[in-house]
Nanobody, 123 residues
Framework: QVQLVESGGGLVQAGGSLSLSCAVS????????MGWFRQAPGKEREFVAAVTRSGGTMRYADSVKGRFTISRDNTKNTVYLQMNSLKPEDTAVYYC????????????????WGQGTQVTVSS
């Protein structure tokens, strides 16, 4: 059974930074693309960032481009999301997603999901 466990969420002031981690319990971690999504209160879950299995190609939502960085360490079966210059509108539950055959922004492309971690940005 594949498990994705996010960590690193919390409360931060606007302009601050947070780093999220997602540990994945699967031997074939390096074979699949990974992504981050988020869901704000009263809104649908949306794409944030994605990375290819090698870590060589990343894709970002326009709303986070230049502020967020996705990366992965295949030796640790972990994917990261570094979030800088945070804004109140970044407040959401952030979900790690995995198992993508190719890099994708679509939720349907990821068969495995974590439970989510809350990120709250105060103004």
């Amino acid at each position: 059974q594949v498990q994705l466990v996010e960590s690193g969420g919390g409360l931060v002031q606007a302009g601050g930074s947070l780093s999220l981690s997602c540990a994945v319990s699967v031997r074939t971690f390096s074979m699949y693309g990974m992504g981050w999504f988020r869901q704000a209160p009263g809104k649908e879950r949306e794409f944030v960032a994605a990375v290819t299995r090698s870590g060589g190609t990343m894709r970002y939502a326009d709303s986070v481009k230049g502020r967020f960085t996705i990366s992965r360490d295949n030796t640790k079966n972990t994917v990261y999301l570094q979030m800088n210059s945070l804004k109140p509108e970044d407040t959401a539950v952030y979900y790690c997603a995995g198992g993508a055959v190719m890099i994708t922004t679509r939720q349907s492309g990821y068969p495995y999901w974590g439970q989510g971690t809350q990120v709250t940005v105060s103004s």
